[in-house]
């Protein structure tokens, strides 16, 4: 890995629009592998990430799956997702919109994700864009599927925070905060999302 070429990238996407990014330094490859634990390292699993960024995350998904799993990564970035192309050429990397997460499975013809992992900047979105996603989430992943994400200590009391952390119980019924990364700028902890809730459908009139 060229640690100067990755932090490079990642400053000028920070300079581009710093609200998409959400963080002034790429993650560490510590925090990359905490998140890459869900990731099944045996069978063929599917394992896709959201806001791939510059490939910490992604170094360590790869470095994880087995050979015969599928990776798919995505970002909305145009430049991140060049740059991410050429440096994983075994990973299907997507310029898409987490929110369009359905629409890039059926794409591929996948019908059900093992794992879900996310660099996305969830302290920046609304309410509103954090349910969006988390609901196409949910829906993508098999029943025993994991979804994970990391936060920021320091924002941990904040109300973008809290709100992200309630969205998330909706979301799922079970919601594990693990060990904080210190060796991550800023220090950052991860959370574990296991057994997905599905929206309930429209009961039929009787
Ligand atoms: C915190 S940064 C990347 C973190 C990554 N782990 C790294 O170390 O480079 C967040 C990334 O999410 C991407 N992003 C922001 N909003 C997005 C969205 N709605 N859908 C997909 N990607 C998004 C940004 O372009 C950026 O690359």
């Known amino acids: 890995m060229n640690v100067r070429r990755e932090t490079l990238a990642y400053l000028t996407a920070v300079a581009r629009s710093p609200r998409t990014m959400g963080s002034v330094a790429p993650s560490s490859p510590a925090l990359g592998r905490q998140l890459a634990t869900v990731v099944p390292s045996v069978g063929a699993p599917v394992v896709v990430e959201l806001g791939a960024g510059t490939g910490a995350v992604t170094q360590a998904i790869v470095d994880r799956i087995p050979r015969g799993g599928t ?22 990397v997507v310029r898409a919109d987490a929110a369009a997460l359905d629409e890039v499975l059926s794409a591929r013809g996948i019908p059900a994700v093992n794992a879900v992992v996310s660099g996305l900047p969830w302290a920046v979105f609304t309410p509103e864009q ?36 309630r969205a998330l119980r909706a979301a799922f019924d079970e919601v594990l905060i693990t060990r904080v990364v210190w060796n991550n700028l800023p220090p950052a902890f991860t959370y574990a999302c296991r057994r997905p809730r599905r929206p309930r459908r429209a009961q039929p009139p009787n």
Do not use: E, N, W
């Not at 991140?80 to 994983?88: A, G, T």
């Not at 989430?137 to 920021?152: E, I, K, M, N």
């Open 71 to 92: 990776s798919v990564a995505l970002d909305v970035d145009p430049a991140m997702v060049s740059y991410l192309q050429v440096r994983f050429p075994t990973v299907d």
């Open 130 to 165: 954090q349910s969006t996603i988390l609901a196409k989430v949910t829906s993508a992943l098999a029943p025993d599927g994991v979804f994970t994400t990391f936060a920021y200590l320091h924002a941990l009391p904040l109300a973008p925070a809290r709100s992200f952390r």
